[in-house]
């Protein structure tokens, strides 16, 4: 009788371990799996990330909102000509500088829309340089190995059937919320892209500011958020590198329910921190 249970004991503890394990492998992979699609997701530029995509943003930029530009264009140059010679006594004080000042000055600013996407461009692939650099310094740093899991197998191994069914449903809900916040991960990592879009098909009309000293507010903040959207890719490689540091300083052999929350926690710190990313960006660059 006691080897017929000692039997079903050892059945249960068998049937167990390795829904734990399914559950830890399952979660574990699903976190290293989230972590670098954020690598190589953030590096992307917009061109890059949905071709199909930025084509029609393009197309659209190039094709309605360019025209607007141009008229936005032609009537600061115009208002720029009218604050001239009115700067200057209504032409009584008359000097040829300010025409040719004012020719460079609205040639600039054809320029700069003309080559609107190009500039933008240039920007996300200066943020994707810098965000490839600091991605290669923490790839492969935030991975939760075969070893890892080895060694918490072994320790499940040594556990009575009470606290291995415990185990069991704190990892079936641990993983059910690592998925979550893989979701949550996701969102915001495709919102900052799609907030990219939304910027790059309305470069022209901001670029069409920088003809007037008054009006080109528009166009230098245009540029400021530009640049945050483009080195929060950065800040995010940073709040990447440091969950890998927190990641591995997580002890999974000797307190596996620890661990597991642990790693729970760490993965909601860092959707927070990926959250706050932009907003940080902003302030540093004192972009609104």
Not at 12 to 23: T, V
Not at 112 to 140: C, E, P
Not at 154 to 175: K, W
Request: hydrophobic share 55%; glycine share 6%; net charge negative.
């Amino acid at each position: 009788m006691d080897s017929i249970l000692q039997q079903i004991t050892d059945w249960l503890k068998e049937m167990l371990i390795s829904g734990i394990m399914d559950n830890l492998g399952n979660t574990f992979d699903s976190v290293n799996t989230q972590v670098a699609q954020i690598t190589t997701e953030v590096s992307a530029t917009p061109a890059s990330f949905a071709p199909g995509v930025f084509n029609m943003v393009r197309s659209l930029s190039e094709n309605v909102i360019m025209p607007i530009a141009g008229i936005l264009l032609t009537f600061i140059a115009c208002y720029e000509l009218i604050q001239l010679v009115i700067s200057h006594n209504n032409l009584a004080n008359f000097e040829t500088f300010i025409f040719w000042k004012w020719i460079f000055k609205t040639f600039v600013a054809v320029t700069l829309i003309s080559n609107t996407m190009n500039i933008t461009m240039a920007v996300f692939d200066v943020a994707g340089y810098v965000v490839q650099q600091s991605g290669g310094l923490i790839s492969g740093s935030t991975a939760i190995d075969a070893s890892t899991l080895a060694g918490m197998q072994t320790t499940l191994e040594a556990m009575e059937l009470g606290p291995l069914f415990t185990i069991f449903l704190q990892t079936f809900v641990v993983q059910f919320l690592i998925y979550i916040m893989s979701v949550i991960i996701f969102v915001i990592i495709y919102a900052r892209m799609i907030e990219i879009y939304l910027m790059v098909s309305l470069a022209p009309i901001p670029f069409a500011t920088f003809g007037n000293r008054e009006q080109s507010m528009m166009g230098q903040n245009y540029m400021r958020s530009l640049f945050a959207i483009g080195l929060q890719g950065f800040l995010i490689m940073i709040c990447v590198g440091i969950y890998a540091v927190l990641i591995q300083g997580v002890s999974f052999t000797t307190d596996i329910v620890g661990s597991l929350w642990g790693v729970m926690g760490y993965t909601i710190l860092l959707a927070f921190t990926l959250f706050k990313t932009g907003s940080v960006a902003k302030s540093i660059l004192h972009a609104h």
